[in-house]
Nanobody, 125 residues
Framework: QLQLVESGGGLVQPGGSLRLSCAAS????????IGWFRQAPGKEREGVSC????????NYVDSVKGRFTISRDNAKKVVYLQMNSLKPEDTAIYYC??????????????????WGQGTQVTVSS
């Protein structure tokens, strides 16, 4: 069974950067597309970014385009989310999840499985 563990969250000032990691165990990561989602208090879960199994295709929600970059290292079994120019509205718990087939539709969590436990990102001065 694939297990995903997120890390790298923390407290950062507006304009700062963080790099989140989604580490896989229990199964090879190469087979799966990976999505990053986030959920802020009182809000619905939101898709942030996704990457295909090879890393050749990616997509982002409009609010993070130009600021966030998703990448993966299948040899290390890790997917990264580099977050730059962070804003208070980026504050949320960030989750990663796997999908058998890549989809550009990051808005929908349908098809994603093996969700991690999440990592808290707080952007505040």
């Amino acid at each position: 069974q694939l297990q995903l563990v997120e890390s790298g969250g923390g407290l950062v000032q507006p304009g700062g950067s963080l790099r989140l990691s989604c580490a896989a165990s229990g199964f090879t990561l190469d087979y799966y597309a990976i999505g990053w989602f986030r959920q802020a208090p009182g809000k619905e879960r939101e898709g942030v970014s996704c990457i295909s199994s090879s890393g050749g295709s990616t997509n982002y929600v409009d609010s993070v385009k130009g600021r966030f970059t998703i990448s993966r290292d299948n040899a290390k079994k890790v997917v990264y989310l580099q977050m730059n120019s962070l804003k208070p509205e980026d504050t949320a718990i960030y989750y990663c999840a796997a999908r058998d087939l890549y989809s550009d539709n990051i808005a929908s969590p349908t098809g994603y499985h093996d969700w991690g436990q999440g990592t808290q990102v707080t952007v505040s001065s």
